[in-house]
């Protein structure tokens, strides 16, 4: 007989990275997070997380890009549009049939869907990545090195990729899109000089390009040699034309697209052969989304960053159709009491019913900070 949910905890956090993160648009240094345990009778329970900036810079605006309220703004949300939609509902009932209001959302609602998948793992007493693909054949997918580093020094990008090649990674990414070339053409030759000529590099302009100066740029940066594996989010997320003619000009596969939370958003792209590869964003449900695109397309998978690296499940149950995923070493896995395995260039599935996600009681009451979050600055007028 199915469990049912019956209580709840909510918390809110303020979750370091452990340094400046960011891109040509960007950069900030922790995320507030919303932390939610779903009850049940038998005694599991269900963690889901969401999250937001805390504080920052931005050059563009974004729905997302806002201060996270404080924590009993937060359960009053929750308490009022949601518990009732999950209170005394059985796990059953939710696998089989989700309420309308738990799809889309914000923090609080990604919070309670991760929540529900750990508890309909947990039920079946399994991985969620097994629970997700059950003939359990793959148990880990290769990891590429994500420095998130555009805001840092050449000396700390410098370290940053030292760490991912010494840890066994055969690929890297390298954030780009500097109003100046010249400062691209140098980040580059630093990284390359750093992890040698064997090692995959990609670069993510992050929508900083038009098509014209996207394959200005990667035509320069090939002539110095530089040898790149793809280019990540070279255009704006709307413009499907130019990533067509930008995927066709080059000899590097354009991926796409961070900036696109709904799958069906992608099809456009697809039909105009825009993007060699897909991204795909934490949730699970985007996931199972975007593997039927890989395989009604034929376009292989990468998977992003995701808080404790959350993606790993759904990469391992769509194995057969992911080509990597990302690492940056955040210091937001210092929160669940178990982290996810990253050894000799690969992300290991885990092994603990559930999601294994569950935070360090101790870590947690660190975390803890119920006021609202600082908001991020947007400046409006350096828009591109």
């Known amino acids: 007989m199915s469990t049912v949910i019956e209580s709840f905890e909510l918390w809110k956090l303020r979750v370091p990275m452990g340094r400046v993160i960011g891109d040509c648009g960007c950069h900030y240094d922790a995320a507030a997070v919303v932390a939610l345990a779903l009850k049940t009778r038998d005694g599991h329970v269900g963690w889901g997380f969401g999250e937001t900036p805390w504080?920052?810079?931005?050059?563009?605006?974004?729905?997302?890009?806002?201060?996270?309220?404080?924590?009993?703004?937060?359960a009053a949300y929750f308490e009022a549009r949601l518990w009732p939609e999950v209170r005394g509902r059985s796990i059953e009932s939710l696998k089989e049939q989700r309420p309308k209001c738990l799809e889309g959302g914000e923090y609080v609602e990604h919070a309670v869907r991760m929540a529900i998948w750990d508890l309909i793992a947990l039920e079946a007493n399994v991985p969620l990545h097994k629970y997700?693909?059950?003939?359990?054949?793959v148990d880990r997918i290769r990891a590429y090195g994500s420095g998130l580093e555009f805001n840092s020094t050449d000396e700390q990008a410098i370290e940053r990729?030292?760490?991912?090649?010494?840890?066994?990674?055969?690929?890297?990414k390298v954030k780009v899109g500097h109003p100046d070339i010249e400062w691209d053409v140098r980040r580059l030759r630093t990284v390359r000089g750093?992890?040698?000529?064997?090692?995959?590099?990609?670069?993510d302009a992050n929508e900083a390009w038009t098509s014209d100066e996207a394959i200005r740029r990667?035509?320069?940066?090939?002539?110095?040699?530089?040898?790149?594996?793809?280019?990540?989010?070279?255009?704006?997320?709307?413009?499907?034309?130019?990533?067509?003619?930008?995927?066709?000009a080059i000899d590097i596969d354009l991926v796409g697209h961070d900036y696109i939370s709904n799958p069906e958003n992608l099809r456009p792209f697809l039909d105009r052969g825009a993007f060699g590869r897909i991204r795909v964003g934490p949730e699970v449900e985007q996931a199972q989304a975007c593997a039927k695109l890989s395989t009604e397309y034929n376009v292989p998978l990468i998977f992003g960053n995701s808080l404790f690296e959350f993606g790993i499940h759904a990469a391992i149950a769509f194995a057969d159709r992911v080509d990597r995923i990302e690492f940056s070493g955040l210091q937001w896995n210092d929160l669940p009491a178990h982290r996810v395995v990253v050894r000799d260039g690969f992300e290991y599935a885990p092994t603990r019913a559930g999601h294994g996600?569950?935070?360090?009681?101790?870590?947690l009451a660190r975390m803890n900070h119920p006021g609202p979050s600082e908001a991020p600055s947007v400046e409006k007028a350096n828009a591109r």
Do not use: C
């Open 132 to 137: 997700l693909r059950a003939d359990g054949s």
């Open 218 to 248: 990667i035509e320069r940066f090939q002539k110095e040699g530089l040898n790149l594996s793809y280019i990540e989010d070279a255009l704006p997320r709307t413009d499907v034309e130019g990533a067509a003619r930008l995927n066709h």
């Open 161 to 172: 990729h030292r760490k991912f090649v010494n840890s066994g990674m055969r690929a890297v």
């Open 55 to 74: 504080g920052g810079r931005f050059v563009r605006g974004a729905d997302w890009i806002k201060p996270m309220p404080p924590q009993a703004e937060l």
């Open 194 to 203: 750093v992890i040698g000529k064997d090692v995959e590099m990609a670069i």
């Open 357 to 363: 996600f569950a935070p360090d009681p101790e870590q």
